[in-house]
């Protein structure tokens, strides 16, 4: 029963900042990969950020330099600062963990249900 759940998505005029959450509960042993994927109408679903167990951040070349992605280690939280957004950033966000759960011998990909990002020009 581990679950993922994602806050703060909505409505947001070009070049104003948003700030998505994600809380992973249940029955967790650890967590590896914390990440934020991302999918547009018509498009397939991107990797926009991810974050490591050691804390180092990745980020797609579309999004470096707008976007920071950081991670609470005893809450087990992983957020997604979006400043600058633009319409090219409308999409449904959804967050992924790798997680060893109480039963689990290796990490399991977990994913939330996704929140909606919409950014008006």
């Known amino acids: 029963q581990v679950q993922l759940a994602e806050s703060g998505g909505g409505v947001m005029q070009a070049g104003g900042s948003l700030r998505l959450s994600c809380v992973a509960s249940?029955?967790?042993?650890?967590?590896?990969?914390m990440s934020w994927y991302r999918q547009a109408p018509g498009k397939q679903r991107e990797l926009v950020a991810s974050?490591?167990?050691?804390?180092?951040?990745n980020y797609a070349d579309s999004v470096k330099g707008r976007f920071d992605i950081s991670r609470d280690f005893i809450r087990n939280t992983v957020d997604l600062e979006m400043n600058s957004l633009e319409p090219e950033d409308t999409a449904v966000y959804y967050c992924?963990?790798?997680?060893?759960?109480?039963?689990?011998?290796?990490?399991?990909?977990?994913w939330g249900r996704g929140t909606q990002v919409t950014v008006s020009s």
């Open positions: 974050i490591g167990a050691t804390g180092v951040a």
């Open positions: 992924n963990a790798d997680i060893i759960t109480s039963t689990s011998y290796y990490h399991v990909a977990f």
């Open positions: 249940g029955p967790i042993s650890s967590i590896n990969r």
